[in-house]
């Protein structure tokens, strides 16, 4: 095995992986080899369709997340993180990395707590304004931790930003007129994307359901509604009756949603760390509806903190139904004024250079 420059550890979720990938790629053209980058991570994580498909080596080692409400469970864990720290050991004494850049998530405490015994520096990168247990741990040895949000509560802090992928920089190099038009979006009319991730959102979808009714009759609206799988059969079956309303386009999944989000004049999300940046990536105004039981209730606060920069309005799940749905909607469509000054505001806060800023840390952190 050859000698690594930088081990990127963490996965299980796309929101711990586009980050990593989005760095590597920096790094990459900065000059560092893709043999000098090496991601770990799970066996189980989604990891292992994205990481070899961009071209990087990717280990995967044991571990697993401590559940609390469980001894059975959680004395497997406990088994399997602590192999997964033996692995760690064995990996990194072979491959000499330079610096351990930490995503979150139980898949890269073994690394990181590896790294300690083996006093290779560590930069913990946190995704969310709401710091995970594995990050608030190895931010007591990490050297630096980068952060997404400015107010995020973690020691030695450095704001980042949350690196976001390379389609959706290239998305912003696109005239939206051109997607408009080969998705045949009236051009007088507003396009609200609403999505709830790959499996769907229930809650978001039937509130969108039940909402199109009461939209305002007086603006033209096309509603590009990505369902899921879950939910998509059920919704689908709708298609004709809310199409008596507005231009209703339901879909069961998005497979280029860069430019589809970069069409968009708003859109209807959850608030998790990777489409909250790059929703701010790509100037988007949004009405985001948290995911009430996420650890920590961290995408409350990444909503939070985008409401308060303006670009933002939120919709708490509880209250989200057809008619609070379109009650917000409507304020927000029926304002022209309003929805340019969030977008702007999305503008402003884009971090469309997280992923340098981050890859320049590594570079500073292993000298």
């Known amino acids: 095995m050859n000698e690594c420059f930088v081990v990127i550890a963490g996965g299980g979720t796309a929101g711990h992986i586009h980050p990593g990938l989005a760095v590597a790629n920096a790094l990459t053209c900065d000059g ?85 015994i083996l006093k290779i520096p560590v930069v913990a990168h946190e995704q969310n304004a709401v710091p995970g247990l594995a990050n608030k741990v190895i931010s007591r040895w990490a050297r630096q931790c980068a952060v997404s949000y400015k107010d995020t509560s973690l020691r030695n802090t450095v704001y980042t930003g949350n690196p976001v ?49 009461h939209f305002d009759k007086g603006i033209g609206l096309t509603v590009y509604h990505i369902i899921g799988r879950r939910d998509w059969e059920e919704i689908a079956r709708s298609e004709g009756e809310l199409r008596k309303y507005i231009d209703y386009r339901p879909i069961e999944f998005e497979y280029d949603m860069p430019s589809v989000l970069r069409s968009a004049d708003l859109i209807i999300s959850r608030a998790g760390g990777s ?9 988007l105004p949004s009405v985001l509806v948290p ?8 995408q409350t606060a990444n ?32 304002n022209p004024e309003e929805l340019h000054m969030m977008r702007q505001r999305a503008e402003m806060n884009n971090q469309i250079n997280a992923s340098e800023a981050l890859a320049s840390l590594l570079k500073k952190v292993a000298l």
Not at 169 to 181: G, K, N, P, T, V
Request: proline share 5%; aromatic share 4%; hydrophobic share 45%.
């Open 32 to 116: 560092y080899n893709k043999e000098e980058i090496l991601f770990v991570g799970s066996d189980r994580g989604i990891e292992q369709d994205l990481v070899p498909s961009e071209g990087f080596e990717l280990v995967t080692i044991s571990g697993a997340g401590i559940p609390r409400r469980n001894p059975a469970a959680a004395l497997r864990a406990i088994y399997l993180l602590t192999r997964g720290i033996i692995e760690a050991l064995r990996l990194l004494r072979k491959r000499k990395p330079k610096v351990i850049l930490a995503l979150g998530g139980f898949a890269c405490f073994p690394c990181a707590l590896a790294s300690l």
């Open 165 to 213: 992928r390379q389609a959706i920089i290239e998305a912003r190099r696109i005239d939206s007129s051109h997607i408009r038009e080969k998705l045949k979006v009236p051009n007088e009319n507003l396009f609200i994307v609403a999505t709830g991730g790959s499996l769907g959102a229930r809650r978001i979808n039937l509130a969108l359901r039940d909402a199109i009714p």
């Open 275 to 283: 489409i909250t940046a790059e929703i701010a990536a790509l100037g």
């Open 291 to 298: 995911l009430p039981n996420a650890p920590g209730d961290h």
């Open 303 to 334: 909503a939070q903190s985008m409401v308060a920069l303006g670009s933002a309005r939120i919709l708490t799940d509880e209250n989200c139904d057809g008619l609070s749905l379109s009650t917000l909607i409507n304020q927000v469509i029926k």
